[in-house]
């Protein structure tokens, strides 16, 4: 059996049911829907220079890219001296402020959801009006902006009104908060840890915007700056939609060791799954996800040609490490038969039949044997 036949048996026995799992990120929201998406830690998303923020880069896909006012070290905020669950936070020190580059939602904001991984670190000595974030507006009615001191949690939207609650955090205490504002559905609403705490209703007025988005202040207001680390931060365009609200949380929640503070009865307090990439497949040469014929002429290519020096998937040597075998063998060839997948399709990988699998065995031996004698 050549092998034109063998891959002719692969490509017309496999039937596509499911693609392979990279763990849920909200790189797979839209970026009309994603407006802007702040990774603390990503560290290549940063440029500092001795831990002070000069840039920090935006994964949403927009390029709204937060950065320090020109000429202004001061407002640089800290990177590399905190961590939220043994990851990188940035550190906003009650002085700090960064504002993006560009504006993703335009010239106004009409529906919005903001999203935050935080700890309080406000001292009590600390006076400023914590702001988190401001979405544009000049101040007075078109301020879209929310901020913490002390017991206070404000969400502003602007004409929209205000809604304050209690926020219940105690000093060093880290939370994921949701502020949402919805000029659509003419609604307020405070989010902690995936519950809802506080809602109101408010009118139609849809905010302006002025300059970039706000990380960490308030500039119209000097003493509005943040005392607080934020690992993450993420801003939605839209009304809110519950599937993205909670897969957002669930990702966040168990990215930074909050699952156990989502409620009872959320989809993912209990499952994490979703959220955890599939491990390396064996047989998987090239590292697409998925074991195929490309994988396989990595294999034969490779067919014991240089007994005791091949090393590495890459080269289609998977037991290396599980046989402490250096050859490219009968056992590899095993171990890729065993994972096959078959090509990656649109909108799916291939799961073969039993019966497939009885002709991958064969059809694999008799290339094998083909290689040797060649």
Not at 219 to 241: C, H
């Amino acid at each position: 059996m050549n092998t034109r036949n063998v891959i002719a048996i692969l490509t017309a026995t496999f039937v596509f049911t499911a693609t392979a799992h990279a763990g849920w990120t909200p790189a797979e929201i839209p970026s009309t829907t994603n407006m802007l998406w702040l990774d603390a830690s990503d560290a290549s998303t940063f440029s500092d220079t001795g831990g002070l923020v000069e840039q920090w880069n935006d994964k949403s896909g927009n390029d709204a890219h937060a950065v320090k006012g020109a000429g202004d070290d001061s407002r640089r905020p800290t990177t590399g001296a905190h961590t939220i669950n043994g990851l990188n936070a940035v550190w906003f020190n009650g002085l700090n402020g960064l504002t993006t580059v560009s504006h993703p939602f335009g010239t106004s904001v009409e529906d919005a959801f903001v999203y935050m991984v935080t700890r309080r670190l406000d001292p009590e000595s600390y006076t400023g009006w914590g702001a988190f974030y401001s979405l544009g507006g000049d101040g007075g009615t078109s301020k879209w902006e929310a901020a913490m001191r002390l017991s206070a949690l404000e969400n502003h939207n602007g004409g929209g009104g205000v809604l304050t609650t209690n926020h219940g955090l105690a000093i060093d205490e880290v939370w994921m908060a949701g502020l949402y504002g919805s000029a659509s559905e003419l609604t307020l609403e405070t989010w902690k840890n995936g519950s809802l705490v506080a809602s109101k209703a408010r009118g139609t007025y849809v905010n302006p915007t002025t300059g970039g988005i706000d990380v960490g202040w308030w500039p119209l207001v000097s003493s509005w700056q943040t005392y607080t680390d934020i690992g993450e931060f993420i801003v939605l365009n839209g009304v809110r939609d519950a599937d993205t609200q909670q897969k957002t949380e669930g990702y966040l929640a168990w990215k930074w060791g909050l699952q156990e503070s989502l409620p009872e009865d959320h989809p993912y307090r209990y499952d994490g799954s979703l959220f955890v990439p599939d491990p390396e497949l064996p047989g998987d040469a090239n590292g697409n996800g998925f074991v195929d014929d490309t994988d396989l002429a990595i294999l034969l290519g490779n067919w014991e040609s240089d007994p005791g020096i091949i090393s590495g998937w890459s080269l289609g040597n998977f037991t290396e490490v599980s046989l402490g075998d250096t050859d490219v063998n009968d056992s590899d060839l095993a171990v890729l038969l065993g994972n096959w997948t078959g090509p990656p399709p649109p909108g799916g990988a291939a799961v073969p039949e039993p019966a497939t699998l009885a002709l991958l065995g064969l059809g694999g031996l008799g290339l094998r044997r083909r290689h040797r004698k060649a």
